[in-house]
């Protein structure tokens, strides 16, 4: 029999699913419901209404991207490796854990100004001042040109995140091959030895590397706390 806990998450990962697939608007409770087996009212339990179920879509995906980004930044010191990884995430996310990314990504800003969209809005700010701060990191140490860090940073979100419109996990392209050219991409402009973007963009490297690690350890460290 499934716990409550199951239930709750069987119930947002179902509705994850759907809103990635055919949107928002499109999903309702009596959809998820049928599917799973459950009553609405089951539904209506464990979250009470619909725009808490894609409140609790957003903070769960930003709680795990902020964890993983933590990670990253721990285990390499050097911000150009940093913000290669980041990048490198940034794509992969859309083939690792691609249902909730999508569903993330294209409802971003759907009932941004209410209430229960607050803590992952506060979520997503701390992503991106973290990001942000890389980026000034390596300016202020020389590593990179001298740039508009916020700007700079929000044309990076803006291109990743604009990648669930068009790559397909059975594509020609490998979501790998991507996440390098937009490691490429960024660090040739911004580097001032321009030498490191091979290393930095080889998805065999050290940066796409440790992305790989911080997703599994996160997941790891998820388990144990479900447990």
């Known amino acids: 029999m499934a716990t409550g806990a199951g239930r709750y998450n069987d119930i947002l990962d179902t509705f994850t699913r759907h809103i990635a697939e055919i949107g928002y608007d499109g999903v309702n409770f009596g959809l998820v419901a049928k599917e799973l087996g459950v009553s609405k009212g089951t539904i209506v339990h464990h979250f009470g209404t619909k725009d808490r179920i894609l409140a609790a879509l957003h903070e769960s995906y930003m709680t795990r991207r902020l964890a993983e980004l ?27 854990d691609r249902a909730a990314t999508v569903a993330f990504q294209r409802e971003v800003v759907r009932l941004a100004d209410q209430e229960s ?18 980026i000034q990191v390596g300016i202020d140490t ?86």
Not at 118 to 131: C, I, N, S, V, W
Not at 146 to 169: E, I, R, Y
Not at 214 to 221: G, L, N, P, Y
């Open 117 to 134: 969209m607050a803590k992952g809005a506060e979520l997503r700010q701390e992503y991106f001042t973290r990001f942000r701060n890389v």
């Open 142 to 227: 020389g590593v990179f040109r001298k740039v508009d860090p916020t700007v700079d940073a929000l044309l990076m979100f803006g291109s990743a995140q604009w990648a669930w419109t068009w790559f397909h996990p059975d594509g020609e392209r490998p979501i790998e091959a991507i996440a390098s050219a937009m490691v490429d991409l960024v660090l040739g402009s911004l580097l001032v030895d321009r030498e490191r973007v091979p290393e930095l963009s080889d998805p065999q490297g050290v940066a796409a590397r440790t992305v790989t690690e911080a997703i599994k350890s996160v997941a790891e460290d998820s388990g144990a706390v479900a447990s």
């Open 70 to 96: 933590d990670y990253m930044l721990n285990k390499l010191e050097d911000p150009a490796e940093q913000l290669a990884a980041a990048l490198h995430a940034f794509l992969i996310y859309h083939e690792v």
